[in-house]
Each structure stands twice: as structure tokens, then as C-alpha cells.
């Protein structure tokens, strides 16, 4: 079993930068690679950034060239520093690790844009 922590959302202006952080505890040696979700209100959760520890990093479309993914292999963390916010970046931020038998959850932090 695997538990995720997740910490570092708030709100923020427009143009502003916030540091996700998550945290992975109990059988961390089972994972591999770590997401950042999102969920917008009324809309899909959508993916955000991928980090496999030892292997490439991504993010999607949407947010390149303001947000970055890093991670920390020993502790099985994970980052998202978000800079250049705009309102559409308001969501839920989720933390996920998919593993060879199971996806894992973070209970999600709240990521607010607002003038």
C-alpha cells in the first residue's frame, strides 16, 4: 500500500507562483513514476506533468513553459512548481502514483487564481 501526501496549494493572483509538494509513504520502492493531476471545477480531472524517477519528465500542452515537475528518487517526492498563473489554473491538484497492480491517490490541495 502506498499513501500520498499532498501540500503547497492556496491562492494566489494572476501572474503569481505556487510549490506543490507530494509525499509518498508505505511501499514507495513500488513506484516508479509520479503525476500531477487536475480537476477544474465542473470539468474532467486532467493530467498535468508525469516524472519517472530515473527517466524522462513531461508536461503537458497546457502548461508549458510555466509549470515544472521534479522529484526526489530516495524520499519518492514529487514537485510542481507553477509560475505565470492564470484563472484557468484553478483546480484540485492531485497527486498519482501508478504502480504495476494499482493506481494511488492523494486526497487532493486546492490551487485558487483569482483577481
Known amino acids: 500500500q502506498v499513501q500520498l501526501v499532498e501540500s503547497g496549494g492556496g491562492s494566489v493572483q494572476p501572474g503569481g507562483s505556487l510549490r506543490l509538494s507530494c509525499t509518498a509513504s508505505?511501499?514507495?520502492?513500488?513506484?516508479?513514476?509520479m503525476q500531477w493531476y487536475r480537476q477544474p471545477p465542473g470539468k474532467e480531472r486532467e493530467l498535468v506533468a508525469t516524472?519517472?524517477?530515473?527517466?524522462?519528465?513531461s508536461v503537458e500542452d497546457s502548461v508549458m513553459g510555466r509549470f515544472t515537475i521534479s522529484g526526489d528518487a530516495i524520499r519518492r517526492a514529487v514537485f510542481l512548481e507553477m509560475g505565470s498563473l492564470k484563472l484557468e489554473d484553478t483546480a484540485v491538484y492531485y497527486c498519482?502514483?501508478?504502480?504495476?497492480?494499482?493506481?494511488?491517490w492523494g486526497q487532493g490541495t486546492q490551487v485558487t487564481v483569482s483577481s
Open positions: 508505505g511501499d514507495i520502492f513500488s513506484i516508479n513514476t
Open positions: 498519482n502514483a501508478p504502480t504495476w497492480n494499482k493506481q494511488y
Open positions: 516524472i519517472t524517477f530515473g527517466g524522462p519528465s
